[in-house]
């Protein structure tokens, strides 16, 4: 089964303080794709990043930054300096065949 | 044109009524999906395009949901009888090819409410 989960439901931060985003997913496939979506109170689903299977390197754009291991199944996401802008939730997605697994999403609020 | 575009953004509609929502994809992305985003939860697959033809519509809950894409750009998810369980919120994506290497592109959505 093809499956995503994001445990926290909800992170409230203050501004400038970091946040991880936890990511954990299940897939019998040797070969897949994990990405990264944010969804702001506007609604549209905004691409962040997509790594497939065989890329373990760590990733980082600007205060963004990724962190895969297959040995524990995770795609953690961490924002580091978090500003109000970031507030938005953000999701995890597997892609199987053609179609993505999301997970529940994330909740970020962070306060000025 | 230059994004997923879908209208209505928001559609009230009363129960046992028939709707459809619209998706213009970006020109060109031959591949084109419909998800649908209850509230609170990730998007769930419905239906995907290839072209013209549905290659995979497992994710429609029914019979009373039905996608179309007859020439391969604009697609149409129609729905009968709507019931109060279909109020969700209604993504289109699309993609150059089946979105294996390529990216996919949502629409901002159109926010069913069945009242």
């Known amino acids: 089964a093809q499956k995503v989960t994001q445990a926290q439901t909800e992170i409230s931060v203050v501004e400038k303080e970091d946040v991880t985003l936890d990511c954990v997913y299940e897939?019998?496939?040797?070969?897949?794709?994990l990405f990264w979506y944010k969804q702001p109170p506007s609604g549209e689903l905004v691409f962040l990043i997509r790594?497939?299977?065989?890329?373990?390197q760590n990733e980082i754009s600007g205060r963004y930054s990724w962190n895969f291991q297959k040995s524990t199944s995770s795609f953690n996401f961490t924002i580091t300096a978090s500003q109000v802008v970031d507030s938005a939730v953000y999701f995890c997605?597997?892609?199987?065949?053609?179609?993505?697994?999301f997970g529940a999403g994330t909740t970020v609020t962070v306060r000025a | 044109g230059a994004g997923v575009s879908q209208t209505p953004s928001n559609k009230v509609t009363e129960k046992g009524k028939y709707v459809e929502l619209r998706c213009d994809p970006i020109?060109?992305?031959?591949?084109l999906y419909w998800y649908r985003q209850s509230l609170g939860q990730g998007p769930e697959f419905l239906i995907y395009?290839?072209?013209?033809?549905?290659?995979?519509d497992s994710g429609l809950p029914n019979d009373r949901f039905f996608a179309v894409r007859p020439e391969g750009s604009v697609s149409t998810l129609k729905i009968q009888r709507t019931e109060r369980g279909d109020s969700a919120v209604y993504l289109c994506?699309?993609?150059?090819?089946?979105?294996?290497?390529?990216?996919?592109?949502f629409g901002s959505g159109t926010r069913l409410t069945v009242v």
């Open positions: 790594r497939n299977s065989f890329d373990e």
């Open positions: 897939t019998r496939d040797t070969t897949y794709y």
């Open positions: 997605a597997l892609r199987y065949d053609y179609k993505l697994s």
């Open positions: 020109s060109g992305h031959t591949a």
């Open positions: 994506a699309s993609s150059k090819q089946g979105g294996q290497s390529y990216g996919y592109t």
């Open positions: 395009f290839q072209g013209t033809g549905a290659a995979d």
